[in-house]
C-alpha cells in the first residue's frame, strides 16, 4: 500500500536508508537474460529531469514488470541504492536504484509528455575529453547515406548503415546504426525525395573508429531510434533553427514517421 511518505527529488537520494519515495517517468526497459538470471533494467526521470538506473531482479519480475511500463509516471517507495558503475552508463546519477521485496508501485497523475532529452552538441561529442562511458542523446538532419551492409557480429549476420548527422550549423557528426531496423531507417531515407531525414537517437554511444569519434546506436538500445521527415527541401541555407521533437514512437513499437518540423526561436529541444 501506498504511503503518505514525502517524496524526494531523484538528485538527493543517497544510500544510508530504503525508506525513500520518488515520482517519475519511465523512459526505458529493456530485459535482460545473463548467467545469474533474469533482470529488467529501467530508466526513470523525476520532474527536474534527473535520471536513474534502477533494476528489477528475476526474483521480483513477475511482481513489476508489467507496472512499468514506457510513458507512464509512477511513484516508487522503498528501494536500496548502491554505487553505479561500468561502460556505457545510460544515466549521471552516482546511484543506482534496485527493488527490494518492500518495494511499492504505484500509478501518479502526473500527466507531463516530456521525453526529458538532453542532447549534446556535436562540438562536444567530437571532443576527445569528453567521456565515452556514459550513452547519450543526439539529433541532426540525415546526409551522405552509404549503401546497407550485412555484418557477421558475434557469429549472428547484422544490417549495419553508415551516414553523418548533420546540425543547424551544418557541422557533421559520422554516425553508424546497427540492427533489424536498420533496414527501415535506409528505406526511409532512399525514398525521402526533397523532404529531409530527421533522426533522433536516444542512449547512443560515443565510439572510437580508426581514431575518428563517432555515434553508434547501441546494441541493448536499438529501439530508441527515431524519425521524422523534415517537409522542406533540404539545402543549404535553409535548415536555420532549432529542432521541435514530435511525438513519434519508438522502432518495435508501432513506429509512426511523422512531418511535422517548426523552428524554435530559442533554447534546446524539449
Not at 535482460?32 to 523525476?46: P, V
Not at 507512464?72 to 544515466?91: C, D, M, P, V
Not at 571532443?127 to 547515406?145: A, K, Y
Not at 514530435?246 to 512531418?259: D, F, H, M, Y
Request: glycine share 6%; aromatic share 10%; hydrophobic share 35%.
Amino acid at each position: 500500500m501506498a504511503s503518505n511518505m514525502r517524496l524526494t527529488p531523484l538528485a538527493d537520494l543517497k544510500p544510508f536508508k530504503t525508506g525513500w519515495k520518488v515520482q517519475v517517468k519511465v523512459l526505458h526497459t529493456k530485459q535482460y537474460q545473463t548467467k545469474s538470471g533474469a533482470s529488467l533494467e529501467i530508466i526513470l526521470a523525476d520532474e527536474m529531469g534527473t535520471k536513474i538506473h534502477a533494476t528489477v531482479k528475476k526474483n521480483l519480475l513477475n511482481r513489476f514488470e508489467k507496472l512499468m511500463v514506457v510513458g507512464e509516471w509512477k511513484f516508487i517507495e522503498n528501494f536500496s541504492l548502491n554505487q553505479a558503475s561500468g561502460q556505457y552508463r545510460a544515466t549521471k546519477h552516482q546511484f543506482k536504484m534496485s527493488f527490494i521485496s518492500s518495494t511499492v508501485v504505484t500509478k501518479s497523475a502526473n500527466q507531463s509528455d516530456s521525453r526529458f532529452f538532453e542532447f549534446l552538441d556535436y562540438d562536444t561529442i567530437l571532443n576527445d575529453s569528453t567521456s565515452t562511458s556514459f550513452l547519450i542523446d543526439v539529433i541532426g538532419r540525415v546526409e551522405s547515406v552509404g549503401e546497407l551492409e550485412t555484418i557477421p557480429v558475434m557469429n549472428k549476420d547484422t544490417s549495419k548503415l553508415e551516414f553523418d548527422l548533420c546540425n543547424v550549423k551544418e557541422e557533421r557528426l559520422p554516425c553508424t546504426l546497427w540492427g533489424k531496423f536498420v533496414e527501415q531507417v535506409y528505406s526511409v531515407c532512399q525514398n525521402a525525395g526533397e523532404r529531409g531525414v530527421i533522426i533522433v537517437i536516444r542512449f547512443g554511444k560515443i565510439n572510437v573508429f580508426r581514431g575518428e569519434r563517432q555515434t553508434t546506436s547501441s546494441f541493448q538500445t536499438s529501439k530508441e531510434v527515431e524519425w521524422f521527415y523534415r517537409p522542406l527541401p533540404c539545402t543549404a541555407g535553409s535548415f536555420t533553427g532549432h529542432f521541435h521533437v514530435p511525438r513519434i514512437k519508438s522502432l518495435g513499437q508501432n513506429l509512426r514517421v511523422q512531418t511535422r518540423f517548426r523552428n524554435r526561436p530559442s533554447g534546446e529541444p524539449s
